[in-house]
Nanobody, 121 residues
Framework: QVQLVESGGGLVQAGGSLRLSCSASGRTFLVAGMGWFRQAPGKEREFVAAIRRPDANISYEDSVKGRFTISQDNAKNTVYLQMNSLKPEDTAVYYC??????????????WGQGTQVTVSS
């Protein structure tokens, strides 16, 4: 119904920056919000950031506040994650997600395949 394709991952030194992109296609009119999750080796997938489509209401996980910025281009059905001041603990596979509902908290129903981000010390 909604397909998501991430890009922009890679290898960067600590303190560096990366910008992830996620393009949505298909029944994008269903999407109420989009976001990013990450999963490090041996850990559970965790929420990173999300943005609601109509009003750009934004939510961040505490550890990325002030370093990561989520934004969207609704005309392109694309969401971005600008990651600055990267730390080795940010190393993970980053997944894009999209959801059909967002009232008080976002609900995610569609997932991308992930893009690897590796931060070297």
């Amino acid at each position: 119904q909604v397909q998501l394709v991430e890009s922009g991952g890679g290898l960067v030194q600590a303190g560096g920056s990366l910008r992830l992109s996620c393009s949505a296609s298909g029944r994008t009119f269903l999407v109420a919000g989009m976001g990013w999750f990450r999963q490090a080796p041996g850990k559970e997938r965790e929420f990173v950031a999300a943005i609601r489509r109509p009003d750009a209401n934004i939510s961040y996980e505490d550890s990325v506040k002030g370093r990561f910025t989520i934004s969207q281009d609704n005309a392109k059905n694309t969401v971005y994650l600008q990651m600055n001041s990267l730390k080795p603990e940010d190393t993970a596979v980053y997944y894009c997600a999209a959801g059909r509902t967002w009232v008080t908290t976002p609900q995610f129903h569609y997932w991308g395949q992930g893009t690897q981000v590796t931060v070297s010390s």
